[in-house]
């Protein structure tokens, strides 16, 4: 990815698959890349079946904490910045689950989890509304998100996932939000039609990638800060080739991103306060209908890297050969909901 795209330099790594020796994931000095997020896997095992942080028998809460702890060790060892706290605990039928006595031992062991951070690390805290619970989810939104990462300690952000919200949901605010509170650590980044679809990003809307991106670059602008996010894929591949499908999300996000930079954001102040509705509005419509694809490969050929990264890939042959050697291998398969 990195050879064709320059960007995914960072790789999102699940626990416990890497539990028996860390150090095989010595990325760095293979591949020149480094492992980025680390997820600890609380969803798993059957053991986890009525919930982990939020689970009412206190020996699944100590064996879901105690894994925490072990992937952020893990996390330390691999020099990675952020655990991202993922978790399907919830319940399916009203009445079932003592939703406040569940919100405190999450309000406890994500407290307890901050506390085994190195200073430089961070504890992203991901919500989710619904799936695989379908009465109430301990984390469901955004609000709850901020609640646990304020109560648990300094180094606590909100992951947004894109895929996690109600259809209709104005994500874009709720990024503005988590940004003007300093709150947002981070993206998963997906496309979506219906609920948490995992599609390739911008393949349903990409407005809506624009708009967020607009957003931070707005915050940005207005504030002088550089907003501090990790940008993550979180994305499910049955049908498009992996690999393809990462290459069309890198250069779909650099498109996006290079049309929201053109929005004129001086002009967009002073629309706003001038209540042009149609100048302010036309501001974002003119930046996203600009076609940004030759500025792009001008930028990789500056680079070093192909104009057309898809196509380069495709000519490289290294599916194929990647295909032939691993296709004995390729019989189990692992399905996630996060
Ligand atoms: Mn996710």
Redesign the pocket.
Known sequence: MKKFTLLAEQGIVNTPSIHADPCQLNFSHRYGVRAGSINPNLFQDQEYKYGSFGNPDPAVRARAFGHTKDSIEIAKRLHSRDISM?FADGSNYPGTANIRQRKRWFEELLKAAHAELSENQRLLI?YKPFEPAFYHTDIADWGMALHLAGNSGPQAKVLV?T??HYAAQNIEQIVAWLLSEEMLGGF?FNDRRYADDDLTLGSIDPYQIFRIFQEILFYQWETGKQADIAYMI?QSHNLKGKIEAMIQTVTMAQELFAKSCLVNFSELVTAQKNCDLVRAESLLQDAFATDVRPMLREWRQSKGIPPNPMEAFRQSGYLERITKQRSAGNSQSVSSY?
């Open positions: 993922w991901e996932d895929g996690h998963h979180d996060a």
